[in-house]
């Protein structure tokens, strides 16, 4: 099983700024197979991204995603903070039962 | 697409519970199920999917006391848990499969959960 070890924990910053969230993998994910979902208090969870980078209907275009070569280091590019951004994020691997494992999240909280 | 969630409650360990999810919205015939649950203090945890039609998986936690089901007709998905126990305590999403009818795991659309707590 791979597990999903995102960093940091937390994220304090303000609005406005650039927030970088990490999603490392245990091995490397197969055809990029990797998703980011945002959560908000008392909310669902929202897809983001899936593919590593292709964003999902509704996303804003200040969202982006890479991943390496590798297919063991992703990123989740916020490139200036709305307020409406400040949640949690998760990664998550996808495609088929034997994955679907979820990281422990990101806090995005206002600093 | 809307997803709602029913069925969760407090009971003790052991107990059998029977999670239902009402949907609307799309065409839920074409589309794989699945549940998956937030467990207090740590993250998200796929529990369980069913494929359009009816192919079943569970997460290694769940499996041999969790069933899934579905009603097509009735546009429904069901999880019936038994032998509930603490590590069970989490909020129970129903999520609809981004790409159609096979388990991909990939979760477009969420309900807003329903709360099972075990505890004795």
């Known amino acids: 099983e791979i597990v999903l070890t995102q960093s940091p924990g937390t994220l304090s910053l303000s609005p406005g700024e650039r927030a970088t969230l990490s999603c490392r993998a245990s091995?490397?994910?197969?055809?990029?197979?990797l998703a980011w979902y945002q959560q908000k208090p008392g909310q669902a969870p929202r897809l983001l991204m899936f593919?590593?980078?292709?964003?999902a209907t509704g996303t804003p275009d200040r969202f982006s995603g890479s991943g390496s070569g590798s297919g063991t280091d992703f990123t989740l590019t916020i490139s200036r903070l709305d307020p409406e951004d400040f949640a949690i994020y998760y990664c998550?691997?996808?495609?088929?039962?034997?994955?679907?494992?979820f990281g422990q999240g990101t806090k995005v909280e206002v600093k | 697409v809307q997803l709602v969630e029913s069925g969760g409650a407090s009971v003790q360990p052991g107990r059998s519970l029977r999670l239902s999810c009402a949907t609307s919205?799309?065409?839920?015939?074409?589309?794989?199920m699945h549940w998956v649950r937030r467990l207090p203090g740590k993250g998200l945890e796929w529990v369980s999917g069913?494929?359009?039609?009816?192919?079943?998986a569970y997460a290694d936690s769940v499996k041999g006391r969790f069933t899934i089901s579905r009603d097509n007709a009735e546009k429904s998905l069901h999880l019936q848990m038994y032998s509930l126990g603490i590590d069970d305590t989490a909020l129970y999403y129903c999520?609809?499969?981004w790409g159609g009818g096979a388990l991909d795991l990939l979760f477009d659309s969420w309900g807003q959960g329903t709360l099972v707590t075990v505890s004795s």
């Open positions: 998550q691997q996808y495609g088929g039962p034997d994955r679907g494992t």
């Open positions: 091995h490397s994910i197969s055809n990029g197979f």
């Open positions: 593919g590593a980078s292709t964003r």
């Open positions: 919205g799309f065409t839920f015939d074409d589309y794989a």
């Open positions: 069913v494929s359009w039609n009816g192919i079943d």
């Open positions: 999520a609809k499969e």
